[in-house]
């Protein structure tokens, strides 16, 4: 079990990382205690399910896709969707139509820039 918990300790540390947050940060986001998730990181801890859960969804993944670790070559690009869709579903609608609409226009103006 050990060896569960430090490989579970490791995938979080990575993804953290991978978006430059501190404990702290996470902690914030996922509204667990930092230093609990320290001592998860460092395999020191039993994890709840549902503290999984909060975990995988400050991430902005499913379960699933939080214990993909055959994926574990995920990319700056994977990081950077994956904080992007944690930070969309915590805004209400109306902002979500001003990024929206800030999306298009840039797709609009990468269209009329050439390369």
Not at 28 to 46: M, S
Request: hydrophobic share 35%; charged share 30%.
């Amino acid at each position: 079990m050990q060896k569960i918990r430090i490989e579970l300790g490791r995938r979080i540390r990575e993804l953290r990382k991978m978006r430059g947050w501190s404990q702290e940060k996470l902690g914030e986001i996922a509204d667990l205690h930092p230093t609990y998730v320290g001592g998860i990181e460092r395999g020191e801890r039993n994890v709840a399910f549902e503290n999984l859960a909060h975990i995988a969804s400050a991430f902005g993944l499913s379960l699933s896709q939080f214990f993909d670790y055959q994926k574990s070559t995920h990319s700056r690009r994977d990081a950077l969707k994956a904080e992007l869709i944690s930070s969309l579903q915590k805004r209400d609608q109306s902002e979500l139509k001003l990024l929206s609409d800030i999306v298009k226009a840039f797709d609009e103006w990468k269209k009329a820039t050439p390369v």
